[in-house]
């Protein structure tokens, strides 16, 4: 018990001032060792440029190096090797992933009007990766689903295994996506530590509340442009006074030369080819939800780009204003709107509008015709109708709130092949409305299963149907690819 509240103890994410006057932050509870951010964080880089437009400018990504190696000499926690990148999207964003992973949109270089502003929100996600928020929304997730056993010692030996162990039961849904969206208390605590960072670096930390505010400001204009920064930056109430009243707490700030020329910098960008569209960073079409059109969410955009799994043993077509989240491991994919995420109260994300994808061994490798399913099949005899079985009869133990709508199932065809389909329903307890999740499955030569869910409210998965139905006709699969 002494350790259990101990652990308690160090989740209270509180800020207190010191006897030197700053504010101290002290960050939430953690299960990865520092060791295990900087590992974490180099596979989800990997992923990360993979997916998005990677900008190649020397004198960009120099200026940017320069201006995050000043930041992080000033940086408190531990001593990770920080990196900075610029992503060639026109979205106004900046992220940050575990071990010092730090990314610069080239739609938030050209939006700063000083060096200090563009410091600010580099000192933001400096702080972020400083205080380990992105393994601390991980460590959350992760105990949500493995509850307290977790912490009687089966991560004692933060061994690479047990890495792995997190990333495979929190990463179903894009263990990225867990990274890249903070509450507004932790956006607090990362103001407070970046304002700290800033004026020990030589900049004024009110550039980085009053760049933020600009921010919001220019939101209103351009929605497509700026929603996703306002989204993954949740603004704490009172930002820019919280962070006025830090800078005052700080002794006074030396203010240093520029690194660099950002007027410049600016220029070159602009004389660069336009940016491209980040895969998880799709702008919208600039069309909020329309209530007339049935959906609670944007619209689905008429444009759709092709999604091909990593190791070809699929592909489809996705809506463009619709996020790819792919899993750390394993073939899977969940392809999911703006706002298409519900956060359950223990901090676990799920999805309320979207479709997933990913291959299945049925009945833990046991498949083939000559199988008899102990609990008797829920649909027919043939090997589709056990392997569908099986599969449903998982996802129904993984969601007890659904249960199977009708007593047959309906025949399709996906990619020319032979697929079932099977209807779900239930209250989701997380929105509280009626979720209708559609299973289809197609078999594969070995028996092997690939499998789309298809998910909405059931009040608005008409208006849905012909986005999920495009996703479907335009499914492929390769027998050829591995998929063991």
């Not at 190791?311 to 073939?331: F, T």
């Not at 299973?439 to 849905?464: F, G, K, N, T, W």
Request: proline content about 5%; glycine content about 10%; aromatic content about 8%.
């Amino acid at each position: 018990m002494k350790r259990l509240c101990g652990i308690a103890l160090v989740a209270l994410m509180t800020l207190a001032v010191s006897a030197s006057g700053q504010t101290v932050v002290k960050p939430g509870f953690n299960m990865f060792s520092v060791d295990q951010d900087a590992e974490v964080g180099k596979q989800s880089a990997i992923l990360v440029e993979k997916q998005f437009p990677m900008l190649s400018n020397a004198a960009v990504s120099r200026y940017v190096n320069t201006i995050g190696a000043r930041l992080v000499a000033q940086a408190p926690g531990p001593k990770f090797a920080y990196q900075f990148k610029v992503v060639n999207a026109a979205e106004v964003n900046a992220f940050a992933l575990p071990g010092g992973f730090i990314y610069v949109n080239r739609g938030l270089l050209s939006q700063a009007r000083t060096e200090g502003e563009l410091a600010g929100v580099m000192a933001h996600e400096i702080a972020h990766v400083a205080l380990r928020h992105p393994t601390n929304q991980a460590s959350k997730a992760y105990l949500a689903q493995a509850g307290l056993g977790v912490l009687g010692g089966l991560l004692g030996g933060k061994t690479e295994s047990s890495t792995g162990q997190i990333i495979g039961a929190v990463g179903g849904f894009g263990m990225n996506s867990l990274f890249l969206k903070f509450s507004r208390k932790v956006e607090t605590q990362a103001d407070v530590v970046g304002s700290q960072i800033m004026a020990r670096a030589g900049y004024n930390p009110v550039e980085m509340a009053t760049f933020f505010g600009y921010l919001a400001q220019q939101a209103g204009g351009n929605p497509s442009k700026f929603a996703t920064f306002m989204s993954s930056h949740p603004a704490p109430a009172n930002r820019e006074a919280r962070v006025r009243q830090e800078a005052g707490l700080l002794k006074p700030v030396h203010l240093l030369a520029t690194s660099g020329n950002l007027r410049t910098i600016q220029s070159q960008l602009g004389q660069l080819p336009a940016a491209q569209v980040a895969q998880n960073q799709a702008p919208t079409s600039g069309q909020p939800a329309d209530p007339a059109s049935g959906l609670s969410i944007e619209q689905p955009s008429s444009q759709f780009r092709v999604f091909q799994q990593a190791d070809g043993v699929y592909q489809l077509e996705q809506p463009a204003n619709w996020n790819a989240y792919v899993a750390s491991g394993g073939y899977g994919v969940s392809i999911v709107p703006r706002n298409g995420f519900t956060t359950a109260s223990s901090g676990r994300q799920n999805i309320s509008y979207g479709v997933i994808v990913n291959h299945y061994v049925p009945f833990d490798g046991t498949v083939g015709s000559g199988f008899v399913d102990p609990n008797g099949s829920m649909f027919g005899a043939t090997p589709l109708d056990e392997a569908t079985s099986d599969l449903v009869r998982n996802i129904l133990t993984a969601s007890p709130y659904l249960t199977r709508v009708g007593t047959t199932t309906e025949s399709r065809i996906m990619a020319g092949h032979p697929t079932l389909a099977v209807r779900l329903e239930g209250r989701s307890p997380d929105t509280g409305l009626n979720e209708r999740v559609t299973v289809l499955a197609r078999q594969l030569a070995d028996d092997h299963v690939v499998y789309m869910l298809l998910i909405a409210p059931a009040a608005e998965y008409s208006a849905l149907t012909p986005t999920f139905d495009r996703m479907v006709r335009s499914f492929r699969g390769d027998e050829r690819a591995s998929h063991n």
